[in-house]
């Protein structure tokens, strides 16, 4: 079994009225969403690089760059489907991902199993090999403030040897 590991990290400023969309879900009652590109989905762009990264694929912006009108506003879900694709046409699957997101709001612990259960089966594994933490920035730098937020991930891929 040939085993890689790859990470990934993803930063969008926040701004009021924005949808703020984190592991493929809208989360309700925010002030502040992500800006960017697509939906901005920050886990799930992290978790993306993570698993491109351990595959030797390069990047999110490599295969979905911020300037095709393609991508403008797309829901990450079908980004992260798409790099599954990628690592499934290499023979990998993926052994665990672990993330951590770092913000100050809203609280995530009531929608961490949502999320697992969100993401689960575009990654075709269980929720229990999807780790999500959050934690803040003690009120410090950009994410303290509240005017982004950021996530990283690991991602843990295997195929067999030939």
Not at 35 to 60: E, K, P, Q, T, Y
Not at 116 to 132: E, H, Q, R, V
Request: charged letters at 25%.
């Amino acid at each position: 079994m040939k085993i890689r590991i790859g990470f990934g990290f993803d930063v969008h400023q926040l701004e009021e009225g924005k949808d703020f969309w984190l592991g493929g879900i809208k989360m309700l009652k925010t002030k502040k969403g992500a800006v960017g590109h697509s939906d901005a989905d920050v886990l799930i762009h992290a978790i993306c690089d993570a698993l491109l990264g351990a595959a030797g694929l390069r990047d999110i912006g490599f295969h979905f760059p911020n300037t095709s009108a393609e991508f403008k506003g797309m829901d990450s879900k079908i980004l992260l489907a798409r790099v599954m694709e990628l690592l499934k046409k290499d023979n990998y699957t993926i052994g665990n991902i672990d993330c951590t997101l770092v913000l100050e709001n809203p609280k995530i612990n009531p929608v961490i199993e949502t999320i697992k259960n969100t993401l689960a089966p575009i990654l075709n594994i269980a929720t229990g090999d999807i780790g999500i933490k959050a934690t803040t920035n003690e009120k410090m730098g950009y994410v303290g403030r509240e005017e982004g937020v950021c996530a990283y991930a690991v991602a843990l891929i295997q195929k067999p040897l030939l």
